[in-house]
């Protein structure tokens, strides 16, 4: 998929954690709330009803290895799952380990409040954390 | 799935369309955007992590099925999708049909001000403009 790069803000609000069959997997950079995005390779797809059937069921299998790895890592009451693309216009798959005690709880983290990044050492483990973690369930390619 | 049932807060804030093979398809009574709910049918599933893949992939097909009835239907800039379930701990997986000028863009619908109810030949006339779409393309069980 030669025509794909990536859109950048989303660029520069997340670093990349692994390049999965359809997606690249990214932290956002919000020590807010443990965050990730899917990315899907594919040229011009705005929004999620832009995938066909087989591009669909690969993204649903990505999502669910994103959900999984947020819960086995870190305290989760609720995974958030959302594709909105109202702010930037290339389709990304938002996956939120949410707390009951997150500031923004119940409400949602798209809009809220300013993002606060990591400090390099935390992202640097977090990265290095969520990477150990996609080459042990084969979800790095 | 015989122990499953209508959580009752999505009860009071939306109204039946069709019965999918998974979900139940209801239109939020909320006049500022269309905007549909998936609720599966599975016992105690608060989450779309909880959801195994068969069950996933009928969602998934579900979740095109309600896009694509909102993109005939209503003009659309874009499709929001999200399963949050922050408030109603009942698996419901939104697909919202957003307009550059609707009162939230670009934030997101969930949390956003009041809801507007439809006058009820309204509220009547897209519950039948849906059934309608949904019977006649086979998504109605």
Redo the contacts between chains.
Sequence with gaps: MSDWSLHPRLASDSVFVASLPLSDLRLVNDARWPWLILVPRVPNA????DLD?EQ??LL?AE??AA??ML?AHFATD??????????VPQLHMHVVS?RVEDPA????V??FGQPKPYDDSELQRRIDLLRSHAATNGESS
């Design positions: 705005a929004e999620w009803l059937g669909r069921q649903d999502m669910h959900g999984t819960r609720r995974i958030n799952v959302a594709a909105l693309g109202n702010v949410r709880w119940p409400g949602p798209w809009g």
